[in-house]
């Protein structure tokens, strides 16, 4: 069953011969052509291929060893492959989609199809589903009040109520299982991936040029004919503007014009990461999601829709890099696909979708098995009658303890299943007992302490002044829980150069007490009462002193600094209260002063690319890491905002903020007057940020497999406990799970994570995650419900740490190598046979090497002089802790084509990929990575478009100075104003806006930022990057 | 002159000095006989209205191990304008400024009468007094409230351009910066951690701008006091502002769970303080005052933990060697203590707390720099207030009465030696000829610093005669002592005081009726009780006891007049009379008696006791009792058990405490009012007479002391009865057969048995 939905593609395969025909006669020029033409790349992409070159000979001699007419050959296969199945089942395949096709313009109809594809998928499961479903609306009637809709779980009316789309979909959901619909997503992805292949066959063999593409975008749909078209009726309609350019252009390509005298593979033939993200867009987009199904993929993390919580994590907690895990290990290995599970626990759910129930048990707490401690949730199966339950992780039996106990209905399920949050929801918080609190006593509400480097050159440039009048402000906003007053967040300050400054603000004090401690060889809080207050209580004192600390300094001549005894006297300090809390540490420059923590500059660009490299990734001095585990001890996490001119060695500094899941904020040549919009608005966003303080998470899994690693800013005393100082609702922790055993199909792989933590009104609790996974012995299975996202993120947080002990060379052959295994053996167990040097891509992971180029391009993992070592240390140090929507668009970034703005939508214009031959003269252009936001005008951009931007007449008078765009009244500022807001909201970091012209200076930087182009630092456009991974594979096969 | 009493009298009047022998026994061996040392007790700044100081330079004999300063004894040849010192007979040349010199014509250092002068000089830089405050804040609220406002007001007493600096302590130790404006700033200390002196100054910034670090700051290099100034600063600057720091000043925030002692790092405040005053003005006159409310139980010089269960040590625990912390802490405290008087610091301890607080651990800083020791119940007492009041005193001529630095030499002839000194100093380690190899008290040397002295510090000197019996001393020779003592003025001048004083040598062989008349025995007993003392310090009470008995006996051996073996017939001349008495009283005093005292209250009494000045020691070891009723005018009675009648009121000043105690009928006067009718006016008046002299007392003493108003069968008359002989006790009270006096209820023996036993063993042919 579950192959069918590979079956999709024969119609394709019919159109493809052409193609292959075509290519076939390409073949021999191609190969030398292919010389000429990596000619250049190859020197570029030496740096790489050393590594990868056991594998991977340089293109110009695998070329001719894979044949190019197998190539071409395959070509055809390829749509074979996609779908396995015989092609006798075509037709009856086709039958299926295409009736949505051509009703295919109107919307609502498909976005229920979307949904049975689902169980489809899970074939097994698709008759039980349904039953599912209709018990749960027999359920519905037994809530409690009987809702107005029957359809509504009532159990849940709150949750329920939001998105009242829902009853119609489960209604639809009945029905299309039974009409069995072929899957959609997977055939439809598996088409995709197929238009990318042909180019690759035929860069093989063909390396003639594009002619056939004017052609092509005439008439885009015409040549792949009929059989075309009902993939793209699977993906919506919507769709199929947006396709015609790139499908067209790759069949029409090749079979159409096999020019020979073609130099460059046509970008628009690859897989295009905007063409999958907006096809899920349109398909998914706006939606309700709902997580009743184990095992079943979610939409990417581009696509906005409502998700619905039905018994598993939201995605916006958990992504798995698959959701079916290989059921023995050994497919595991040869699979090479990483499992993993990227957790984002205090993810920020929009407003529109339901926030965690509390479930409170009282003094007994939280219910869990006793065996493996795993807490009750819905894989919990209820048996003899409801006395008892059998733990869904490790199957021990456990007694149902008297004040929980409930009947069970007549399909088992207990009678209260709705009503009780731990039994019917994915994700939910418990009220934690004094048995999880630290020396079993309640915890006390955090506290934040700002701790302000008032050293010469802040003083000078104005920050000190800066940030104590933003103070004044923002201390209102500390967060709070939402039944509460006022926060119950007390704030302490001390500033600090050479020596440490406490205050006292105590609200009795008629002005505030300056403590100077300049024993920095053994830090210690001078002060307990006095030190950490309420803000409302203390408002007078503490504003006198946040007016008095830049005039305090103002005639500071001190430039040395410590750094270390300053995140200790934090600690000390939380430690004294008895809280957690953040640290928020303004520091500007390398920590010099005699203390511990001392710092030299050891940035030495004579290290790149040797073998030593990685210490420059590596704290300079051990104390950092002591001083980390004893923050991570007291629950004191570390806010570090650096604003350096010079190496400030983030590798050793950052390190206390990464293990203690603070943030680290870095801005480079701070000026008062450019770059403080930036600034405030991080620290106003961090300080708003709802926070878990003196988290402890531990991920509990089914048996057969445990997670063995993990990556975050967190850490690790021992190998199952995940510390965190705090964790806010942006970081994320990858978890990668190894096989213990086999899987059990039918079971499942659960995962459960749990996160102890105090709440910022100081109650403890915990938050339970969980998830369920399929298992499966098909590795069909497992590629087909691969996230690359979350691959992708997965992979650069393995590949980040693993430059602390490897170098940086092999990191990177590594991740190619890897990358063209998971392909390998896609091809050689999943495809049909066909010839070796076809290119087949699965179709889940179509964009992976797109975007694993992108990391690969990332300057963590290039060692270029130019590049500073702090920003390598930095960049790594994020994407440490980013979440799957965040390593997105920091490795592929969005451009924004501006001047075609529907002035008049609300929408964000469809992005377009990252490559230079997007932009155009006459345009402008927006791309953001998520720490920057370019906006790119072209030399001929609209007058009118400048104008309304900037309110110049002409593009010559832009000053790229500018570090934000004017506020003015016209719609092209009110458009691209809401852009920008838009792109900016969830993000953790405030994008640095950077206006940067056609033709001038800063176009270098820009151009780093168009990933899918050869770097300037060495990386590998995306087409050179894709025959080097096909070399690889080729290897790999042969 | 008279009597020897008048001379006496009158060279203690002159000179500030007495002597235990007025004329000396002229050979080593018997000087050794007299039992009783030829020793003297020196008040060096004994307050002289008549006392002009002159305004130049002593003139000093040229001999470099001589430098005696030229004085009404030596010899002087006019026309030759020579001079030959009385010490060394050195002859020398009188300085260019001396050429109008004659007999006529003489400075007044020449004159006879003024054989104490006083010389100021100019010399160095003069640097404004320093007064540090350490404030303990480890203290009841009420404590606390009560000590801020005794600072605020110290403010106003001290002398406007003095320099005043605060620490202050808790769990932490705050070195507030006075300077700042806006924001009250304090350098903050761990409270557990000694620090060198150079740690404290890098700490606070002080140490010297060093040259590497200059580059880019202007305003620091500028100048040594500016950096210290932002510690100290001159009163009238910042008068305002501290009066607001000490009024905000809080209780050690740090919480302090039930049966805990406050963590107070008394230790480690002591030695910032030195550490500050080290680095920024050394040998300069600076008191470090010190203002605890409890022991100190954290650090260095902890001396007690702060679990409440183990009380802090007491006699019993020091004797069974329990007191774990007393060696390290005693050693810490001396360590300061010594470091402090070698700037010329001083420390004061005002300790006020109901337990004790450390004084035993603490006392040499007191005691080795001169400073002032204090012991009370409560900062809000009279008692603490008005003494500290009195720190701030000022003399007849408006100056404050204190001096800080001296430097005391004393220079003999050759017959004589130096043994020693007990007092509130310590050694310069000046050796010299005239430097006894036999030490009493601090000796090997011939000059003593005394950080910090006022016209009553007192100190006593022990000599040793040397002349060997075999060669005679000229007939009419005297043996000349001088004392050189230059110190800063409390108005920041340099001083010098020299006294030169001479007395005959006598053969004891032949003229010991003369020495027996020239014999001191108030001055005699004070030097023998102090010797007592300096020795219980270190020896187990019962040998100092036992020493001090032997010798009173040898004492009575060698001057009574008795018949061998005939208790009765034992006689004791006039000059001799009183002796045995005192010595009785001393051995019941707390100064040697530990019983029912704590090792603070002992180790304060010895303080008081070593630093005072004969009159007042005396009272002291015996204190004086005054009577009041309607039979005659108030009148001094025995201090003894039989003056305690139910119709006096008896007054009783122990130094230490004043007691005035209502006779049982006067108590039940008082009760029933009978002073308020105007009928009975008189015993109005009765009853105030002693609270009148009691206030005179009060108004005088420093410390002040315990004024304790109490009646018959009063709890607090135990005070009284304590101190009385018991000549009536529960054992013999019947015996006696009268109904006079008030029994005491103890087993001590009283001053008859004394006496019999004495007697008894003095005219003993067996010892």
Same mark, same amino acid.
């Given at each position: 069953?579950s192959?069918?939905?590979?079956?999709?593609?024969?119609?394709y395969?019919?159109?493809?011969?052409?193609?292959g025909?075509?290519s076939?006669?390409f073949?021999?020029?191609n190969?030398?052509?292919?010389y000429?033409?990596?000619?250049?790349?190859n020197?570029?992409?030496?740096?790489?291929?050393?590594?990868?070159?056991k594998?991977?000979?340089?293109?110009?001699?695998s070329?001719?060893?894979?044949p190019?007419p197998?190539?071409?050959?395959q070509?055809?296969q390829t749509?074979?492959?996609?779908?396995?199945?015989?092609?006798?089942q075509?037709p009856?395949?086709f039958?299926?989609?295409?009736?949505?096709?051509?009703?295919?313009s109107s919307?609502p109809?498909?976005?229920?199809?979307?949904?049975?594809?689902?169980?489809?998928?899970?074939?097994?499961s698709?008759?039980?589903?349904?039953?599912?479903q209709l018990?749960s609306?027999?359920?519905?009637s037994y809530?409690?009040g009987t809702a107005?809709?029957?359809?509504?779980s009532s159990?849940?009316p709150?949750?329920l109520?939001?998105?009242?789309?829902m009853?119609?979909?489960q209604?639809?959901?009945?029905?299309?299982?039974?009409?069995q619909?072929?899957p959609?997503?997977?055939?439809?992805?598996?088409?995709?991936?197929?238009?990318s292949?042909?180019?690759?066959?035929?860069?093989?063999g063909i390396?003639?040029?594009?002619p056939?593409?004017?052609?092509?975008?005439q008439?885009?749909?015409?040549?792949?004919?009929?059989? $075309?078209h009902?993939?793209?009726?699977n $993906?919506?309609t919507?769709m199929a503007?947006s396709q015609?350019?790139?499908?067209?252009?790759f069949p029409g390509?090749?079979a159409q014009?096999?020019?020979?005298?073609q130099?460059?593979?046509d970008?628009d033939?690859?897989p295009s990461?905007i063409?999958v993200?907006?096809n899920?867009?349109?398909?998914?987009?706006g939606?309700?999601?709902?997580?009743?199904?184990r095992?079943?993929?979610p939409?990417l993390v581009?696509t906005d829709?409502?998700?619905?919580?039905?018994?598993?994590?939201?995605?916006?907690?958990?992504?798995?890099t698959?959701?079916?895990?290989?059921?023995s290990s050994d497919?595991?290995k040869q699979?090479r696909i990483?499992?993993?599970?990227v957790?984002?626990?205090f993810?920020?759910?929009?407003?529109n979708?339901?926030?965690?129930y509390?479930v409170n048990h009282?003094?007994?707490g939280?219910?869990?098995?006793?065996?493996c401690?795993a807490?009750m949730?819905?894989?919990?199966?209820?048996?003899?009658g409801?006395r008892r339950?059998?733990?869904?992780f490790?199957?021990?039996?456990?007694d149902?303890?008297?004040f929980?106990?409930?009947?069970?209905?007549h399909?088992g399920r207990?009678?209260?299943?709705?009503e009780?949050?731990?039994?019917s929801?994915?994700?939910?918080?418990?009220?934690?007992?004094l048995?999880?609190?630290?020396?079993n006593?309640?915890?006390?509400?955090p506290?934040?302490?700002?701790m302000?480097d008032?050293s010469?050159?802040n003083i000078?440039?104005?920050?000190v002044?800066?940030?104590?009048?933003?103070?004044?402000t923002?201390?209102?906003?500390?967060p709070?829980?939402?039944?509460?007053?006022?926060?119950a967040i007390?704030?302490g300050?001390?500033t600090y150069n050479?020596?440490l400054?406490?205050f006292n603000v105590?609200?009795?004090?008629?002005?505030?007490?300056?403590?100077?401690v300049?024993?920095?060889g053994?830090?210690?809080?001078?002060l307990?009462?006095?030190?950490?207050?309420?803000f409302?209580?203390?408002?007078s004192?503490v504003?006198?002193?946040?007016?008095?600390?830049p005039e305090?300094?103002a005639?500071?001549?001190?430039?040395?600094?410590?750094?270390?005894?300053v995140?200790q006297a934090?600690?000390?300090?939380?430690?004294?209260?008895?809280?957690a809390?953040?640290?928020?540490i303004?520091h500007s420059?390398?920590p010099t002063?005699?203390?511990p923590?001392k710092?030299?500059?050891?940035?030495?660009?004579?290290?790149?690319?040797?073998?030593?490299?990685?210490?420059?990734?590596q704290p300079?001095?051990?104390s950092y890491?002591a001083?980390?585990?004893?923050?991570?001890?007291?629950g004191?996490?570390?806010?570090?905002f650096?604003?350096?001119n010079q190496?400030v060695?983030v590798?050793?500094?950052g390190?206390?903020?990464?293990y203690t899941g603070?943030?680290?904020y870095?801005?480079?040549?701070?000026q008062?007057?450019?770059?403080?919009?930036?600034f405030?608005?991080?620290?106003r966003k961090?300080?708003?940020?709802?926070?878990?303080?003196?988290?402890?998470?531990?991920?509990r899994?089914?048996?057969?497999f445990?997670a063995?690693?993990?990556?975050?800013?967190?850490?690790?005393?021992n190998?199952?406990?995940?510390?965190?100082?705090?964790?806010?609702?942006d970081?994320?922790v990858t978890?990668e799970?190894?096989?213990?055993?086999?899987l059990n199909?039918d079971?499942?792989?659960?995962?459960?994570?749990a996160?102890?933590?105090?709440?910022?009104?100081?109650?403890?609790r915990?938050?339970i995650h969980?998830i369920g996974?399929?298992?499966?012995?098909?590795l069909a299975?497992?590629?087909?419900?691969?996230e690359?996202?979350?691959?992708?993120?997965?992979?650069?947080k393995s590949a980040?740490?693993?430059i602390?002990?490897?170098?940086l060379?092999?990191v990177?052959?590594i991740?190619?190598?890897?990358t063209?295994?998971?392909?390998?053996c896609?091809?050689?167990n999943?495809?049909?046979?066909s010839?070796v040097s076809?290119?087949?891509?699965?179709?889940?992971?179509?964009?992976?090497?797109?975007y694993?180029?992108c990391?690969?391009?990332s300057c963590?993992?290039v060692a270029?002089?130019?590049?500073?070592?702090?920003?390598?240390?930095?960049?790594?140090q994020?994407?440490?802790?980013m979440g799957?929507?965040?390593?997105?668009l920091?490795?592929?970034?969005q451009l924004l084509?501006?001047h075609s703005l529907?002035?008049?939508?609300?929408s964000?214009p469809a992005?377009?990929?990252?490559?230079?031959e997007?932009?155009?003269?006459?345009?402008?252009?927006?791309l953001?990575?998520?720490l920057?936001v370019?906006?790119?005008?072209?030399?001929?951009?609209?007058?009118?478009l400048?104008?309304g931007?900037f309110n110049v007449?002409?593009?010559a008078h832009?000053?790229t100075?500018?570090?934000?765009?004017p506020?003015?009244?016209?719609?092209?500022s009110k458009?691209l104003?809401?852009?920008?807001?838009?792109i900016?909201s969830?993000?953790? $970091?405030t994008?640095?806006?950077?206006?940067v012209?056609?033709?001038e200076?800063?176009?270098m930087?820009?151009?780093?930022?168009?990933?899918?182009?050869k770097?300037?630092?060495?990386?590998?456009?995306?087409v050179?990057?894709l025959?080097?991974v096909h070399?690889?594979?080729?290897q790999?096969?042969? | 002159?008279?009597?020897?009493?008048? !001379?006496?009298q009158q060279?203690?009047e002159?000179? +500030?000095?007495?002597?235990?022998?007025?004329?000396?026994?002229?050979?080593?061996?018997?000087?050794?006989?007299m039992?009783?040392p030829?020793?003297?007790?020196?008040?060096?700044?004994?307050?002289?209205?008549?006392?002009?100081?002159?305004?130049y330079?002593?003139?000093?004999?040229?001999?470099?191990?001589?430098?005696?300063?030229l004085?009404p004894?030596?010899?002087?040849?006019?026309?030759?304008k020579?001079?030959?010192?009385?010490?060394? !007979?050195?002859r020398?040349?009188?300085?260019?400024?001396?050429?109008g010199?004659?007999?006529?014509?003489?400075p007044?250092?020449?004159?006879?009468?003024f054989s104490t002068?006083?010389y100021?000089?100019?010399?160095?830089?003069q640097t404004?007094?320093? !007064?540090?405050?350490?404030?303990?804040?480890c203290?009841?609220?009420?404590d606390?409230?009560?000590?801020?406002?005794s600072?605020?007001?110290?403010?106003?007493l001290l002398?406007?351009d003095?320099l005043?600096g605060?620490?202050?302590f808790g769990?932490?130790?705050?070195?507030?910066?006075l300077?700042?404006?806006?924001i009250s700033?304090?350098?903050v200390?761990r409270g557990?951690k000694d620090?060198t002196?150079?740690?404290?100054?890098?700490m606070l910034?002080?140490?010297?701008?060093a040259?590497?670090?200059q580059?880019g700051?202007p305003l620091?290099?500028?100048?040594?006091?500016?950096?210290?100034s932002?510690?100290?600063?001159?009163?009238?600057? =910042?008068?305002?502002?501290l009066t607001?720091?000490?009024?905000e000043?809080?209780?050690?925030?740090?919480?302090?769970?039930?049966?805990?002692?406050?963590?107070?790092?008394t230790?480690?405040?002591l030695?910032i303080a030195?550490?500050?005053?080290?680095?920024? !003005?050394p040998?300069t006159?600076?008191r470090?005052m010190?203002f605890?409310?409890?022991?100190?139980?954290?650090?260095?010089?902890?001396?007690?933990?702060d679990e409440?269960?183990t009380?802090i040590r007491?006699?019993?625990?020091?004797e069974?060697?329990n007191a774990?912390f007393?060696?390290k802490?005693?050693?810490?405290?001396?360590?300061?203590?010594n470091?402090t008087?070698?700037?010329?610091h001083?420390?004061d =301890?005002?300790?006020?707390a109901?337990d004790?607080?450390?004084?035993l651990?603490?006392?040499?800083?007191?005691?080795?720099?001169g +400073?002032?020791m204090v012991?009370?119940?409560?900062f809000?007492?009279?008692?603490?207030?008005?003494?500290?009041?009195?720190v701030f005193?000022?003399?007849f001529?408006g100056?404050f009465?204190?001096?800080?630095?001296?430097?005391?030499?004393?220079?003999t002839?050759?017959?004589?030696?130096?043994?020693?000194?007990?007092?509130?100093? =310590?050694?310069?380690?000046?050796?010299?000829?005239c430097?006894?190899?036999?030490e009493l008290?601090?000796?090997g040397t011939s000059?003593?610093?005394i950080?910090?002295l006022d016209p009553?510090?007192?100190?006593?000197i022990?000599?040793?005669?040397?002349?060997?019996?075999?060669?005679p001393?000229?007939q009419?020779g005297?043996g000349?002592?001088?004392f050189?003592?230059?110190y800063?003025?409390?108005?920041?001048?340099?001083?010098?005081r020299?006294?030169t =004083?001479?007395r005959?040598?006598a053969d004891a062989q032949?003229?010991l009726q003369?020495i027996?008349a020239a014999f001191d025995q108030?001055?005699?007993a004070?030097?023998m009780?102090?010797?007592g003392?300096?020795?219980?310090?270190s020896?187990?009470?019962?040998?100092?006891l036992?020493w001090?008995?032997?010798?009173?006996i040898?004492?009575?051996?060698k001057?009574?007049?008795y018949?061998?073996d005939?208790?009765n017939?034992?006689?004791l001349?006039?000059?001799?009379?009183?002796?045995?008495?005192?010595?009785?009283?001393?051995?019941?005093s707390?100064f040697l008696?530990?019983f029912?005292?704590?090792?603070d209250?002992?180790?304060?009494?010895?303080?008081?006791?070593a630093?005072q000045?004969?009159?007042?020691s005396?009272i002291?070891?015996?204190?004086?009792l005054?009577?009041?009723?309607f039979?005659?005018?108030p009148?001094p009675?025995?201090?003894d058990?039989s003056?305690i009648l139910p119709?006096?009121i008896?007054l009783m000043d122990?130094f230490f405490?004043?007691?005035?105690?209502?006779g049982?009928?006067?108590?039940?006067w008082?009760?029933?009012?009978y002073?308020?009718m105007?009928?009975?006016?008189?015993?109005k008046?009765l009853l105030?007479?002693?609270?009148d002299?009691?206030q005179e007392?009060?108004?005088?003493?420093?410390?002040m002391?315990?004024?304790?108003?109490?009646?018959h069968?009063?709890?607090q008359?135990?005070?009284l009865?304590?101190?009385?002989n018991?000549?009536q006790?529960?054992n013999?009270l019947y015996a006696w057969?009268?109904?006079?006096?008030a029994p005491?209820?103890?087993?001590?023996v009283?001053?008859q048995?004394?006496?019999?036993?004495?007697?008894?063993?003095?005219?003993s042919?067996?010892?």
């Open positions: 069953m192959q069918q939905g590979y079956v999709a593609a024969p119609p395969s019919q159109a493809q011969p052409g193609i025909g075509c076939a006669g073949g021999p020029p190969s030398s052509l292919h000429g033409h990596y000619g250049d790349p020197s570029s992409y030496s740096a790489p291929q050393p590594g990868v070159s594998s991977t000979v340089p293109f110009g001699s070329a001719p060893v894979g190019p197998p190539g071409t050959h070509f055809s749509n074979f492959q996609n779908g396995p199945s015989t092609p006798g075509q009856h395949r039958q299926g989609p295409p009736p949505p096709s051509n009703t295919g919307y109809p498909y976005s229920h199809q979307s949904q049975p594809a689902y169980p489809n998928t899970a074939s097994t698709s008759a039980t589903q349904l039953a599912n018990n609306m027999q359920i519905n809530g409690p107005p809709s029957p359809r509504m159990g849940h709150a949750s109520q939001g998105p009242q789309l009853p119609p979909t209604q639809q959901m009945s029905l299309p299982p039974g009409s619909v072929p959609p997503a997977n055939t439809v992805n598996g088409l995709c991936a197929q238009p292949l042909p180019p690759m066959a035929r860069q093989d390396p003639g040029p594009v056939p593409n004017p052609n092509l975008q008439l885009p749909g015409q040549p792949p004919g009929p059989g $075309y009902p993939q793209q009726a $993906y919506g919507q503007g015609l350019s790139y499908p067209g252009a390509g090749p014009l096999p020019g020979p005298q130099k460059k593979l970008p033939s690859i990461p063409q993200i907006e899920d867009k349109a398909s998914r987009g939606q309700i999601y709902a997580t009743n199904t095992g079943q993929v939409p581009t829709c409502i998700i619905q919580d039905q018994g598993h994590a939201s995605p916006r907690y958990i992504r798995c698959t959701y079916c895990f290989p059921s497919m595991a699979a990483p499992l993993a599970a957790i984002q626990p993810a920020i759910v929009p407003p979708e339901t926030p965690l509390v009282g003094e007994t939280p219910i869990r098995c006793n065996r401690k807490y949730c819905p894989f919990m199966q209820f048996i003899e409801g339950y059998q733990c869904g490790c199957s021990c039996v456990n149902v303890p008297p929980f106990f409930q009947h069970l209905d399909i207990r009678v209260d299943h709705y009780r949050p731990e039994l929801l994915g994700s939910y918080e418990y009220v934690a007992t048995d999880y609190c630290r020396n006593k309640p915890p006390k509400p506290a934040y302490i700002f302000i008032v010469y050159r000078n440039s104005g920050l002044k800066l940030i104590c009048d933003e103070l004044k923002l201390l209102d906003k500390l709070r829980e939402e039944q509460e007053e006022s926060s007390r704030v300050f001390v050479k020596v400054h406490f105590k609200s009795s004090l008629a002005q505030p007490q300056m403590m100077v300049s024993d920095v053994e830090v210690f809080v001078p307990l009462d006095g030190f950490l207050v309420n409302q209580e203390s408002r004192v504003i006198n002193l946040l007016d008095q600390i305090m300094f005639d500071t001549n001190e430039s040395e600094t410590i750094f270390a005894p995140i934090g600690m000390e300090a939380l430690k004294a209260a008895e809280c809390g953040k640290l928020f303004f420059s390398l002063a005699e203390a923590g710092l030299r500059n050891r940035d030495d660009k004579k290290l790149l690319n040797t073998d030593k490299e990685k210490t420059l990734f300079q001095v051990n890491e001083l980390a585990r004893d923050c991570v001890a007291n004191c996490c570390v806010n570090l650096l604003f350096p190496y060695d590798a050793s500094v390190l206390v903020t990464m603070g943030t680290l870095k801005y480079n040549n701070f008062v007057s450019l770059s403080d919009s930036n405030l608005s991080d620290l961090d300080i708003e940020k709802t926070t878990g303080f003196d988290a402890i998470m531990r991920v899994t089914s048996t057969g445990r063995t690693d993990f990556f975050g800013a967190i850490y690790m005393n190998t199952t406990d995940v510390e965190m100082a705090a964790v806010d609702c970081k994320a978890v799970f190894k096989h213990d055993d086999k199909e079971s499942g792989a659960l995962i459960q994570c996160v102890l933590y105090t709440s910022i009104s100081g109650q403890r915990l938050r969980n996974l399929n298992c499966s012995s098909q299975d497992v590629y087909k419900t691969c690359t996202d979350a691959l992708i993120n997965f992979f650069a980040f740490k693993a602390l002990s490897q170098p060379k092999i990177r052959e991740l190619v190598n890897q063209a295994h998971m392909l390998a896609y091809r050689k999943c495809a049909s046979p010839a076809q290119l087949i891509l699965p179709d889940a992971m179509k964009v992976l090497p797109v694993m180029n990391l690969l391009k963590v993992l270029r002089p130019e590049i500073p070592t702090d920003e390598r240390a930095y960049q790594r994020l994407v440490t802790s799957v929507a965040d390593t997105q920091f490795f592929y970034p084509p501006l529907d002035l008049k939508s609300d964000v992005a377009v990929r990252c490559s230079e997007r932009l155009s003269e006459g345009g402008a252009f927006l953001a990575d998520g920057r370019f906006l790119w005008l072209g030399v001929s951009a609209p007058p009118e400048i104008q931007l007449p002409s593009f832009i000053s100075e500018a570090t934000s765009l506020d003015l009244d016209n719609p092209f458009k104003k809401s852009i920008l807001e838009h900016q969830q993000k953790p $970091y994008m640095k806006l950077i206006i012209k056609q033709r200076q800063s176009e930087l820009f151009r780093q930022f168009l990933v899918e182009d770097s300037i630092y060495g990386g590998a456009s995306y050179d990057f025959c080097c070399k690889e594979i080729c790999l096969l042969s | 002159m008279a009597t020897y009493l008048e !001379f006496i060279n203690e002159r000179d +500030g000095v007495r002597f235990s022998w007025n004329v000396w026994p002229s050979s080593r061996l018997e000087a050794t006989r039992v009783v030829l020793a003297c007790l020196l008040t060096p700044l004994k307050e002289r209205l008549d006392l002009p100081p002159v305004q330079e002593p003139v000093l004999c040229s001999r470099p191990t001589c430098k005696a300063v004085n004894l030596c010899q002087v040849d006019y026309r030759a020579l001079w030959a010192c009385n010490f060394c !007979f050195q020398n040349q009188f300085p260019p400024a001396y050429a010199i004659s007999e006529v014509n003489q007044a250092e020449l004159m006879p009468q002068v006083e100021i000089v100019q010399r160095g830089p404004p007094l320093i !007064f540090l405050y350490v404030v303990d804040t203290l009841e609220e009420e606390l409230q009560a000590l801020k406002e600072l605020q007001m110290s403010l106003s002398p406007a003095a005043v605060l620490i202050t769990r932490m130790v705050q070195v507030h910066e300077s700042c404006e806006g700033k304090s350098y200390f557990t620090l002196a150079k740690q404290i100054q890098d910034g002080l140490s010297r701008p040259v590497p670090t580059q700051r620091q290099t500028s100048e040594q006091p500016v950096i210290s932002r510690f100290l600063q001159p009163v009238h600057k =910042i008068d305002m502002n607001d720091l000490l009024g000043l809080q209780r050690d925030p740090w919480p302090v769970t039930q049966g805990k002692r406050p963590l107070r790092s230790g480690v405040a030695s030195v550490g500050l005053l080290e680095g920024t !003005f040998n006159g600076a470090i010190l605890t409310g409890g022991p100190p139980t954290q650090g260095p010089g902890m001396v007690v933990g409440l269960k009380p007491s006699w019993h625990d020091i069974k060697d774990r007393m060696k802490a005693t050693k810490h405290y001396e360590t300061l203590a470091r008087a070698a700037n010329g001083c420390i =301890i005002y300790a006020c109901l004790q607080t450390g004084l651990e603490m006392k040499c800083c007191a005691n080795l720099t +400073g002032h012991m009370g119940d409560s809000n007492t009279s008692l603490f207030k008005q003494t500290f009041q009195r005193n000022k003399g001529n100056e009465r204190m001096a800080f630095g001296a430097n005391l030499d004393v220079k002839s050759r017959e004589l030696k130096i043994a020693g000194a007990i007092g509130p100093c =310590i050694s310069l380690n000046a050796k010299g000829p430097v006894s190899e036999n008290g601090i000796g000059q003593w610093k950080c910090s009553s510090t007192t100190l006593a022990y000599f040793e005669v040397v002349n060997q019996h075999n060669a001393i000229p009419g005297r000349a002592v001088q050189v003592t230059q800063q003025h409390s108005s920041t001048q340099k001083r010098i020299v006294t =004083i001479a005959n040598w032949t003229q003369h027996e108030e001055a005699a004070v030097l009780a102090r010797l003392v300096y020795r219980a310090e020896e187990e009470g019962p040998d100092v036992r001090l008995d032997r010798q009173l040898r004492l009575c051996q001057f009574g007049q018949t061998k005939d208790p017939s034992f006689r001349s006039e000059s001799f009379s009183l002796y045995p008495q005192f010595m009785f009283h001393l051995r019941r707390p008696q530990v029912n005292n704590s090792p209250e002992s180790s304060y009494y010895r303080h008081h006791f630093r000045d004969l009159t007042q005396l002291m070891i015996q204190p004086i005054y009577a009041y009723s039979h005659g005018p009148e009675v025995l201090l058990s003056s119709d006096r008896l122990t405490q004043i007691v005035i105690y209502l049982e009928t006067i108590a039940q008082q009760k029933a009012g002073q308020d105007p009928e009975y006016e008189n015993f008046h105030q007479a002693p609270l002299d009691a007392i009060l108004q005088t003493r420093f410390p002391p315990r004024y304790i108003h109490t009646e069968g009063g709890s008359a135990r005070f009865l304590s101190k009385v018991p000549s006790t529960h013999n057969g009268q109904e006079s006096g005491i209820l103890t087993d001590d009283s001053l048995v004394f006496m019999d036993h004495l007697k008894k063993l003095a005219v042919s067996a010892s």
